[in-house]
């Protein structure tokens, strides 16, 4: 948020010399109010912006082919960028490092350490972490495929990244030639080709060499430094073997389902109170199997609902009427439920659960 501070000068120091006749320091005093006033104006430079910014071209073009080995590189954005994240953003794969970066008002010139081979496939991609002078984030990022073959290779992978615990947008799909043999490596970049989730999650690898065999991953970069950390981000591998042949040369309409193995699930359900007491709080408290000590307590809403965020694994639910509203439940005072074992998994939506309060044995 942008904060406008707004100075006005003291106009009425001119008013207190006696030669100036009343009418006219009248006057002048009118003019200095009016142009103080006009100070406090609102801005002119319109509303912020929200609008996150756009590729709008590119040199070369995606899905261009004979690009010329010395091809300086050249990405145009919608509106003014800010030039360290966007640099930091930019990389070609396979692996070419980038020697220089040029700025020309909304366009970014590129100068590669080395050129380009002759009969290969790249793909130059923006990361999501992009931003606009303004700190509006690219989003979903931005992948741009070429080659310096004569033609344009007509294998295709593509889809959507169905994803569970996190945001499918700017989650990049690695994709490896089988026949190397190759795994993952964040750092070095040598994935073969790549596709960007795009604002609905679906995603293209155009260009790969027909015939082959090709195997897929998805990284979604949670921290955005575009290198795989396992405590923070997902790498998942996709359990298939893409072979494309020249009869069938595109892999279409797939479906990657990639969950985060740290989100945690979301309970929810509701708490049956018969009893009528209207005493204290009704409450849900949860107690991890794996760890007792890890608990947790909500208050249930005024129409019995309740929800909860846990970590995977197992845990026991109960609900109970929290009289002296020390959010720990006193079994020989206090109503409860009865205990309602669950297993949570990793970015789990759990629902439907009801909860019946009961009173405690021996409590008329």
Not at 39 to 66: C, F, H, N, Q, Y
Not at 171 to 181: F, I, R
Request: hydrophobic letters at 40%.
């Amino acid at each position: 948020m942008t904060i406008l501070r707004l100075t006005v000068h003291d106009a009425g120091v001119a008013l207190s010399t006696p030669r100036i006749p009343r009418v006219a320091g009248a006057l002048i005093a009118l003019g200095l109010a009016l142009t103080a006033c006009a100070k406090k104006g609102p801005p002119t430079g319109g509303p912020p912006d929200l609008e996150p910014p756009r590729v709008i071209a590119s040199v070369p073009d995606s899905g261009a082919a004979r690009v010329p080995l010395d091809t300086r590189f050249s990405i145009s954005f919608s509106e003014g960028m800010e030039p360290r994240s966007t640099g930091e953003s930019v990389s070609l794969a396979p692996r070419i490092d980038i020697r220089q970066q040029r700025w020309s008002k909304r366009t970014l010139t590129l100068v590669l350490a080395k050129p380009l081979e002759r009969g290969h496939t790249y793909t130059l991609f923006v990361s999501g972490e992009a931003r606009d002078r303004h700190g509006n984030p690219l989003g979903a990022g931005r992948a741009i495929v070429f080659t310096t073959a004569d033609s344009f290779p007509a294998g295709l992978i593509a889809g959507k990244v169905e994803a569970r615990g996190f945001s499918a947008p700017g989650t990049y799909v690695w994709c490896y030639d089988a026949a190397q043999g190759r795994r993952p490596d964040s750092t070095a970049r040598d994935f073969d080709a790549l596709g960007l989730a795009d604002v609905n999650g679906r995603f293209r690898i155009s260009g790969l060499t027909v015939p082959g065999r090709y195997r897929v991953w998805a990284f979604a970069d949670l921290n955005g430094n575009r290198s795989f950390e396992p405590a923070a981000d997902v790498l998942a591998p996709i359990d298939t073997t893409f072979e494309l042949l020249p009869e069938r040369p595109r892999a279409e309409d797939l479906v990657l389902r990639v969950v985060n193995p740290r989100a945690p699930a979301r309970v929810r359900g509701a708490v049956l109170d018969t009893l009528g007491d209207s005493l204290g709080v009704l409450r849900v408290f949860a107690v991890s199997d794996s760890d007792t000590t890890l608990r947790k307590v909500v208050e249930v809403a005024s129409k019995g609902g309740f929800e909860l965020s846990l970590e995977a694994g197992p845990w026991r639910l109960r609900a109970f009427r929290d009289h002296d509203k020390n959010r720990a439940w006193k079994p020989a005072e206090e109503p409860a439920s009865e205990s309602l074992p669950i297993r949570a998994g990793p970015a789990d939506d759990i629902t439907e659960l009801t909860l019946v309060l009961r009173r405690p044995a021996g409590v008329p």
